[in-house]
């Protein structure tokens, strides 16, 4: 029997452009598991060393490729970010329609929502790399972690929590409009929002409990 997908359909292509190689890893693993045949994940090129660069890289990609949406995961460790210069960098990427996904100091950030609170505000992503080992013992912000089965397996891990991800981020008040991009302090996200757009565009995400719990298929938002 083939398996059902809650996927609105014609399907429009979309693009996520990450910063480094672990978003891009773990975008392509959430594309994988949830069937996502219209989702590209391109990591950005290296010349692209601040928001402005990146945004225009992801505007020629859209008008060339023809995607339909574009988000770019940004954060402040691969990013040059000048708080003076944000505003006008920001207000570009809104004009042309990139949407832009804030994770400060990182994405790790993100992961550690899903298991518990920060210890602290002001956390960087070491330190959140080495509180999300309480959870799973194994984990490390590496591509050899990412690129193997341990990153199939992490990626499983997150999926059922999430929701727990997104309360946390909002009673932690660290969503981006609470908490400006480029602090120089402070923990910040808006995966909650960019995840529900992701959502609404290409359908609810079905994971197999044959991958969770060996048996039976349960869906989950993700």
């Known amino acids: 029997m083939a398996r059902k997908h809650d996927a609105k359909e014609p399907k429009n292509p979309l693009l996520i452009y ?25 990591q950005k090129t290296p010349q692209a060393v601040n928001l ?20 770019c995961v940004v954060n402040p460790n691969d990013l040059e970010i000048q708080q003076d210069l944000l505003p006008a960098q920001l207000e570009l990427a809104k004009r042309r329609k990139v949407n832009i996904v804030f994770n ?30 309480n959870w799973v013992d194994d984990y490390r912000s590496t591509r050899k972690f990412f690129s193997e089965d341990e990153g199939s397996q992490f990626f499983l891990r997150l999926f059922p929590n999430k929701s727990e991800a997104v309360i946390r981020a909002n ?23 960019f995840l529900k757009a992701i959502n609404d565009e290409c359908g609810r995400c079905y994971v197999s409990r044959g991958q969770l719990y060996e048996k039976h298929r349960v869906k989950y938002d993700i």
């Open 104 to 133: 400060q100091p990182g994405i790790e950030f993100w992961f550690h929502l899903h298991f518990g609170m920060p210890a602290e505000r002001d956390m960087n992503r070491t330190q959140l790399s080495e509180g999300i080992k």
């Open 18 to 42: 990450t910063c480094n190689e672990i978003e891009r890893l773990y975008f392509l693993q959430m594309r994988r598991d949830c069937r996502y045949a219209n989702l590209t994940v391109i």
């Open 171 to 193: 009673e932690y008040r660290l969503l981006i409009e609470d908490v400006p991009f480029g602090a120089p302090e402070g923990l910040a996200t808006n995966m909650p929002s």
């Open 52 to 71: 402005e660069l990146m945004v225009k890289e992801a505007i020629k990609m859209r008008r060339e490729e023809g995607f339909s949406a574009v988000w």
